[in-house]
């Protein structure tokens, strides 16, 4: 039984990467969910009544006091007191009383005058006044009211009635407005004394406006049932729920656990040996949400560049460090202070940019604010700081949008610089919207925060991109831009030893990032590998045809085999330089596979035509074919380059010729089988280099020589 051992590799490759793939994400949950679970998982105390609390205990929910918002509402209750409603008809009825008493004596002092059977005019005596008085006052007056007093009244003169008449009037409506209950007559009556002795009056007449007001002050208000229950029950709505808050401070360490305290540790479930596991479930279920996205944008992500262990371990470590720094600073954060303004959040997501790409960088930052909302909760289970996460969400896109066009490490400075006044214009956003009114110093100091923040996450960055661009060998960005410098000792090596070969890379270069920009790989990756790719021709540079300037071939004199040996070698002396001067490992993988296992056909047919027994494979590059998509467009791009140079008038049909012939070859010898290129995207490269050489080779006027333009004369 023969066992294909090319499969078996491919199938261990696959599951190798499954599993690392696996074992990150995995990891990554377990960081979430030890940062995270504190924060909602209740922890429970045994404690004794009248016992010292060894620590400060908050409350982990927000829940009603029943019992204390009962006590409070009978204390409402009881402080009630009895509704009474007054009787406006009695009250009218008593100043009746005043206003006949006043009206029948003005009447009878003004009486018409008799005569008598002479003529004469005849005179009523007081007694005989009185007694007419007695005739029109209605019974009650003359029951209550001694002759005495009603004697006393009518000898006064009528100015004086009137100011009695006025002033009892007053004092009576102000007693009786106020109401008078059955246990308070004598007092309002005292009340009247009080007020009547102090008048301007004469002292008689003041004692009969006494007399007649106690006739008059008699009981008006009376007990009321229904206004004592409707006030009994608005006492009662005006008592809001006592609440315990998330957050609250039961006891406080040190303090004596009395037995109101125990009620509402027990209330709040602080007591309950039996643990609530319904938010450890939530929390795993968001956690596993989000660990999907984030599964899913890496799977992503590995179609457009090969993952391996240390980009794995790398976002890994970027997952493990943001939430390790949220975590530190939560234990010091408190709903006053606002400390979270202060976590360098960008840090994360900018290194994830630099190192991997801008999406990656944007699913990490909404799964990183969500996770902060949970770890600056303030310990307070089922609650979330929204404000939080939206701080850190905006300061992570910042941080992404504005580290855009990466020329060197100046740009992070320049996108912090972006961040800042996100971060500045976020806590400006929360402080005008809060209902609280902040003290400027609170203000300047929460500005003052999320300015720092914004400088730490550049220093951070700038600091540790080297570690994982040198310690984990990951290729970012900026080190491209470090390796395309035309002063790095390797392309200077190119340019003076073999400097056609020099020019071929650059042309090169330009035909593969225009190429990999237009089917969405990275353009700069093609270009700095196109730049080092022929680095092993170095080696024997007299020995490839664009370093033969003038000067005779040296394969003229060497047997087929031996030329064919030079040949193959140069990818991976190449490679081998590289790894010598530990240029990262992506460049060497495209140097050594930018000719995959085509065959020399040139030397092979030479040795067919001198020899019988040629094997084709001693005339094939060992391989490996192209990996990925930038490694297989260098491969065409270099073999068109080369064969288009080659052309002595290149036209626009000979040009495209060459390259649907060349691009044909590699399709049919499986050169691209490993690349993961469609054959749409094939036919965009076809396009694009046409349009590029073409633009390169384009036709020219032929202008006349002197001669020519002698024999047109």
């Given at each position: ?10 199938i ?9 793939l696996?074992?990150?994400?995995a ?6 969910l030890?940062s995270?679970?504190?924060n909602?998982y209740t922890?429970?105390?045994e404690?004794e ?11 982990p929910?927000?829940?009603e ?5 009962e006590r409070r509402?009978?204390q ?6 009895d ?14 009383y ?6 029948g004596i003005s009447t ?13 005019e005849i ?16 019974p009650?007056l003359i ?7 009603l004697?006393?009244?009518m ?10 008449r006025?002033?009892?009037?007053t004092?009576?409506y ?6 008078v209950?059955?246990?308070?007559v004598?007092?309002?009556?005292d ?6 002795r ?16 106690q006739?008059?002050?008699v009981e008006?208000?009376f ?9 009994e029950?608005?006492a ?5 729920p006592?609440m ?14 009395t ?14 040996s039996?643990?609530?596991v ?5 929390l ?6 989000l ?6 944008e890496?799977i992503?992500l ?12 790398a976002?890994?470590?970027i997952?493990?460090?943001t ?9 010091y954060?408190t709903t006053?202070n606002h400390?979270?303004?202060l ?6 997501t900018?290194?994830?940019?630099l190192l991997f790409s ?14 902060g ?5 303030g ?12 701080y ?13 066009n ?5 740009t992070?400075l ?5 961040s ?10 929360f402080?005008?919207?809060?209902y ?5 110093f609170d203000s300047?100091?929460?500005?003052g925060?999320a300015l720092t ?6 220093v951070l960055?700038?600091g ?9 060998g990951?290729?970012?960005d900026?080190?491209l831009?470090?390796l ?5 000792p ?5 340019l003076?030893?073999?400097p056609?070969?020099?020019h071929h890379?650059?042309?090169?270069a330009n035909?593969?990032?225009?190429a990999?920009?237009?089917?969405g ?8 590998a196109?730049y080092y790719?022929?680095?092993?021709k170095?080696?024997?540079p007299?020995?490839?045809i ?7 071939n ?5 047997e ?9 070698s ?15 490992k992506?460049i ?6 930018h ?5 020399l ?5 030479k040795a ?7 094997e ?10 192209p990996?990925?998509?930038?490694a297989?467009?260098i ?9 288009v140079?080659?052309?002595?008038e290149?036209t626009k049909?000979?040009i ?5 012939s060349?691009?044909?070859?590699r ?9 993961s290129?469609?054959f749409s995207?094939?036919e ?11 633009g390169?080779?384009?036709s020219?006027i ?5 001669d020519?333009?002698k024999?047109?004369l």
């Amino acid at each position: 039984m023969r066992v294909n051992w090319k499969k078996l590799f491919r199938i261990y490759r696959i599951s190798n990467k499954s599993l690392q793939l696996a074992l990150a994400i995995a990891f990554i949950g377990v960081v979430f969910l030890i940062s995270t679970l504190s924060n909602v998982y209740t922890e429970t105390y045994e404690i004794e009544r009248f016992s010292n609390a060894k620590k400060t205990i908050r409350s982990p929910i927000t829940i009603e006091d029943t019992q204390e918002t009962e006590r409070r509402r009978r204390q409402a209750v009881q402080s009630v007191e009895d509704r009474y409603s007054i009787s406006n008809e009695i009250t009218k009825e008593r100043i009746n009383y005043i206003h006949e008493l006043f009206d029948g004596i003005s009447t009878v002092q003004e009486s018409p005058i008799e005569l008598d059977d002479e003529g004469e005019e005849i005179k009523k005596t007081t007694a005989e006044k009185l007694q007419d008085l007695e005739q029109i006052l209605s019974p009650v007056l003359i029951e209550s009211i001694e002759r005495q007093t009603l004697l006393k009244l009518m000898e006064a003169s009528e100015n004086e009635r009137s100011i009695a008449r006025e002033l009892l009037t007053t004092t009576l409506y102000n007693i009786f407005n106020d109401g008078v209950r059955t246990e308070e007559v004598s007092e309002a009556v005292d009340s009247m004394n009080h007020r009547l002795r102090y008048s301007s009056l004469t002292p008689e007449l003041r004692e009969s406006l006494i007399i007649i007001g106690q006739f008059a002050v008699v009981e008006n208000a009376f007990f009321s049932v229904e206004q004592t229950m409707e006030a009994e029950k608005q006492a009662i709505n005006n008592v809001d729920p006592v609440m315990i808050q998330a957050g609250e401070v039961i006891v406080r360490e040190g303090q004596t656990i009395t037995n109101e305290i125990y009620e509402k540790l027990t209330l709040v479930g602080l007591l309950d040996s039996d643990r609530n596991v319904f938010p450890v479930i939530g929390l795993v279920l968001l956690i596993s949400l989000l660990l999907s996205l984030i599964t899913y944008e890496i799977i992503d992500l590995s179609r457009y560049t090969q993952l391996d262990h240390k980009k794995l371990t790398a976002i890994t470590l970027i997952s493990l460090g943001t939430v390790g720094l949220m975590k530190f600073v939560s234990y010091y954060a408190t709903t006053a202070n606002h400390l979270y303004i202060l976590v360098p959040i960008a840090t994360g997501t900018m290194l994830l940019k630099l190192l991997f790409s801008e999406r990656i960088a944007i699913t990490f930052a909404i799964c990183l604010s969500i996770i902060g909302t949970v770890i600056f909760n303030g310990h307070i289970p089922g609650s979330l700081n929204i404000e939080a996460g939206i701080y850190f969400l905006f300061s992570q896109l910042a941080g992404i949008l504005f580290l855009f066009n990466v020329k060197d490490r100046t740009t992070i400075l320049k996108a912090s610089v972006g961040s800042a006044i996100v971060n500045l214009l976020t806590v400006l956003l929360f402080l005008f919207l809060s209902y609280e009114k902040y003290e400027l110093f609170d203000s300047l100091l929460f500005s003052g925060y999320a300015l720092t923040a914004a400088f730490i996450s550049c220093v951070l960055t700038i600091g540790i991109l080297p570690f994982f661009e040198s310690g984990l060998g990951i290729l970012s960005d900026t080190k491209l831009l470090t390796l395309a410098s035309p002063n790095h000792p390797l392309l200077r090596k190119i340019l003076t030893e073999a400097p056609g070969t020099y020019h071929h890379s650059v042309m090169v270069a330009n035909l593969s990032e225009a190429a990999c920009e237009k089917i969405g790989a990275n353009g700069l990756l093609a270009r700095v590998a196109s730049y080092y790719h022929d680095l092993g021709k170095t080696k024997h540079p007299h020995y490839f045809i664009e370093n033969q300037m003038g000067m005779q071939n040296p394969h003229e004199y060497l047997e087929p085999m031996q030329s064919a040996a030079i040949i193959i070698s140069h990818p991976y002396d190449g490679a081998a330089i590289l790894r010598e001067h530990k240029i990262p490992k992506e460049i060497i993988d495209i140097s050594e596979q930018h000719h995959g296992t085509t065959l020399l056909k040139y030397f092979y047919y030479k040795a067919k035509n001198s020899y019988k027994k040629i094997e084709e494979e001693d005339f094939r590059y060992p391989g490996p074919r192209p990996r990925t998509k930038e490694a297989a467009v260098i491969s065409i791009c270099d073999s068109i380059e080369a064969a288009v140079r080659s052309l002595d008038e290149p036209t626009k049909e000979k040009i495209d010729e060459m390259i649907t012939s060349i691009m044909h070859d590699r399709l049919t010898d499986g050169q691209l089988n490993e690349s993961s290129l469609t054959f749409s995207e094939l036919e965009v490269i076809k396009t694009t280099i046409s349009e590029t050489l073409n633009g390169i080779y384009h036709s020219r006027i032929q202008y006349p020589t002197d001669d020519k333009t002698k024999e047109a004369l």
